[in-house]
């Protein structure tokens, strides 16, 4: 079986601070792991994922993700955050299954 | 390229009725998936398309729900007769490799989702 957490539910930063959301997963073979996010009132879209290969992954909007086996995280992370930025953030694994599993979301609010 | 769409956006029906949602992938991409978040809780898997086919259907809760995929091109999924706590958000994405081979690594892009509310 297959899990995600995100622990925490809400991250709040000031414009221009480094952003992190914390992501740990559990799966029993390899791991594929992804970054989606849920602006308001719209789907879910693809931020960065991680195959395999260089640990630190660059994605869309100026976000990047560390992959790190030993401590079975996959964080997501901004040098520094804009005010839309705003939104729900999904980490999600896949293993050699099809189905995404995802974290409960966490939500990021920047302040101006 | 267009994207995946979802119709309707919102439904809102009352208990017992019958609603039938509707996809349509990105074109090209043989996998559609459907998912649900019930509740802002996770967002849970539902079943698996390759191309006409059901390759999983693990997550479909009871028989009240019945995904079609005729034709290997849009994809509804119906749920008959709706209980309160079907209420969420209906996503669909679509991947385009077909296969076992490399599925894993092929991104899943999202539909903006259905909101469906049973009262």
């Known amino acids: 079986a297959q899990s995600v957490a995100q622990p925490e539910d809400q991250v709040n930063v000031a414009e221009g601070n480094p952003l992190t959301v914390k992501c740990t997963y559990s799966v029993s073979g390899n791991p594929y792991l992804f970054w989606y996010v849920q602006y308001p009132n719209r789907g879910l879209q693809f931020l960065l994922k991680y195959i395999t290969g260089d640990n630190l992954v660059k994605g869309s909007y100026g976000f990047e993700a560390e992959f790190n086996k030993s401590q079975t995280s996959f964080h997501l992370k901004k040098p520094s955050a804009l005010v839309s930025d705003s939104a729900l953030y999904f980490c999600?694994?896949?293993?050699?299954?099809?189905?995404?599993?995802f974290g409960a979301g966490t939500t990021v609010t920047v302040r101006a | 390229e267009a994207g995946v769409t979802q119709f309707p956006s919102h439904s809102v029906i009352e208990k017992g009725q019958t609603v039938t949602l509707r996809c349509d992938p990105i074109?090209?991409?043989?996998?559609l998936y459907w998912y649900r978040r019930v509740m802002g809780k996770e967002i849970k898997f539902l079943l698996h398309f390759v191309k006409e086919s059901k390759q999983d259907e693990s997550g479909m809760p009871n028989n009240r729900f019945l995904a079609e995929r005729t034709g290997g091109t849009y994809s509804t999924l119906k749920v008959q007769p709706a209980e309160l706590e079907d209420s969420g958000v209906y996503f669909c994405a679509s991947s385009r490799r077909s296969g076992a081979s490399g599925t894993g690594t092929d991104t899943q892009y999202f539909g903006p989702g259905t909101r469906l509310t049973v009262l």
């Open positions: 999600a694994v896949r293993d050699d299954d099809y189905k995404l599993s």
């Open positions: 074109s090209g991409h043989d996998n």
